[in-house]
């Protein structure tokens, strides 16, 4: 026979040769187990993640004001702090977004008052956790400290999410949410697998035909509770409830099929389905009225009593408490706001961009641009800006990427691609049923953590087992130690040299991704595509 690697056993670097790296029965090997190597890795490159994101976290502004979209929510934030705890956006006579993301701008208003520190902070934070979080699911998936710290290495040097973490807008937010919430179902997905191999262990799986109880999952409740942060952050995370909820029981379904339920099927229906839907739609539910609960709790919100004046009293709804009922029609209200900013209403804007251009970040978006009375660039004219653009290197491979993903998934029934292209999908699918509404690049930011996880599961690939043992020719022989591979080696070396390209394409695009004074030339210079312009 020949010996593989151990997960339990392999070094820092090692890539597994198996496509499905948890365990199918019996041994619930759910490694890594380089634990204080791992995070030690994870502390560093959060460490870099956070210096870049927090360096001159205050520039640019606009005259001391916010720029672009933080126009709104860094004063709505603002009003929450002085105005008991609700906004009401005077420019518009309604808020247009749920609650979270600005009360999370808030909290850092509260700590650095009301300027660049202050409306950017909590952005700057929240970007920073995402790339440790990026790294520790990936690590989990991959079984394999290395390519969690490539998955890290490439999310820290990505345009978009870079930008997003330094501007006080809610993009940002809702990535972190729904990524914490993905990272919380693949470990409820190791969880099921451990449970699943202890039931079998002690001969409980055939007892009866649909297998046992999982019992309470505390770590799918939290995806729920983090998905209803996100629709408390934009209703767009209602995608990720139904895509989540679907990844959830196909993840139960496999557990089950797995460990030879005779009932699989009917097994997952009774036993798993119910309590998915507590976890990832009644849970997300209240999370997300509980967001409002400065508005509920106040007198001068917005639409706080529409019952009895935009709204009667009677009707069919009328058993539920005016409150709720109040909100239903804010929320309404809100809606339409949305839904009336179409293009074929003659709502049109110079940077807008649709979502098949997301994919590889062919419309970017300016957020700041200045050209007067600009110093600094060594010439008389001198140009600052601020462009949310992704890394080319990165994002301009999405489709082979996704390609290989896909392929990856259905033919070879890789669960971890199948699980990234999930996420993925929930992010940019939904937009196509809509394509008449104005739409942003900015709305992309939740593919991005998504995208580095398919990025770095590729490299994964190509770096291939680290390690081959050479046969023994009689019995009594040992095996021969372990050297690396040819094709490891190669495999190693290329994947070298794209971090190299990644990070030299971050830092060229570096001064217009912070406002660094650069000539007229040099700017144009940036600009690659026409679309960019």
Request: proline share 7%; aromatic share 14%.
């Amino acid at each position: 026979m020949t010996q593989v690697t151990s997960r339990a056993t392999a070094p820092f670097g090692t890539v597994p040769s198996w496509s499905s790296p948890a365990p199918v029965r019996p041994s619930p090997d759910f490694g890594p187990t380089d634990t204080l190597r791992g995070w030690l890795v994870t502390a560093f490159l959060t460490a870099i993640a956070a210096v870049t994101r927090f360096t001159m976290l205050d520039y640019p502004t606009d005259a001391r004001t916010p720029v672009f979209d933080e126009k709104h929510y860094a004063p709505q934030g603002w009003q929450m702090l002085t105005g008991g705890g609700v906004e009401d956006n005077p420019g518009y006579g309604l808020v247009v977004h749920p609650p979270v993301g600005k009360q999370l701008i808030a909290l850092g208003e509260a700590i650095f008052g009301y300027n660049g520190w202050g409306w950017r902070f909590t952005a700057a934070l929240a970007g920073t956790v995402l790339v440790l979080l990026v790294i520790r699911i990936v690590r989990r998936m991959a079984r394999s400290t290395l390519i969690g710290a490539i998955a890290g290495i490439l999310l820290i040097a990505d345009g978009l999410t870079f930008v997003s973490s330094r501007i006080g807008m809610l993009d940002i937010f809702m990535a972190l949410f729904v990524t914490a919430a993905f990272g919380c179902l693949i470990v409820d997905r190791d969880e099921v697998r451990l449970r699943m191999a202890r039931a079998d262990a002690e001969g409980r799986v055939g007892v009866t035909p649909w297998g046992p109880r999982l019992g309470v999952r505390w770590w799918r409740f939290g995806a729920g509770v983090l998905l209803g942060l996100t629709c408390g952050t934009k209703w767009s995370g209602i995608y990720f409830i139904v895509a989540f909820g679907l990844l959830s029981v196909f993840f139960d379904l496999s557990a089950r099929r797995a460990y030879h339920v005779r009932r699989p099927w009917f097994g997952t229906a009774l036993r798993d389905v119910g309590p998915a839907l507590y976890a990832l739609v009644l849970i997300p539910l209240g999370v997300y009225l509980a967001t409002y609960w400065a508005w509920f709790a106040s007198e001068t919100g917005v639409y706080r009593y529409a019952v009895g004046n935009q709204v009667g009293t009677g009707g069919v709804w009328s058993f539920l408490p005016d409150a709720l009922r109040s909100l239903w029609f804010y929320s309404g209200e809100s809606l339409n706001f949305h839904e009336g900013l179409t293009n074929s209403a003659g709502n049109q804007h110079p940077w807008e961009s649709k979502p098949w251009t997301w994919p590889m970040g062919l419309r970017p978006m300016l957020y700041y641009y200045a050209d007067t009375n600009v110093q600094g660039c060594g010439q008389s004219q001198c140009i600052k800006a601020v462009m949310l653009i992704g890394t080319p290197a990165i994002w301009w491979l999405a489709l082979p990427i996704l390609g290989w993903a896909l392929w990856r998934s259905v033919v070879k029934r890789d669960w971890r691609y199948a699980a990234v292209l999930t996420g993925y999908g929930a992010g940019l699918l939904p937009w196509f049923l809509t394509l008449d509404r104005q739409m942003y690049y900015f709305y992309a930011v939740p593919l991005a953590p998504f995208l580095v996880m398919a990025v770095a599961l590729v490299l994964g690939d190509i770096l291939g087992p680290a390690r081959n043992f050479a046969m023994p020719r009689r019995a009594t022989d040992t095996f021969l130690p372990a050297l690396p591979s040819e094709r490891h080696s190669l495999g190693l070396l290329a994947v070298c040299l794209y971090l190299g390209l990644v990070i030299a394409n971050f830092i060229w695009l570096w001064p217009i991704l912070t406002a660094l004074p650069i000539t007229p030339g040099n700017w144009h210079d940036h600009l690659w595509l026409p679309s960019w312009r």
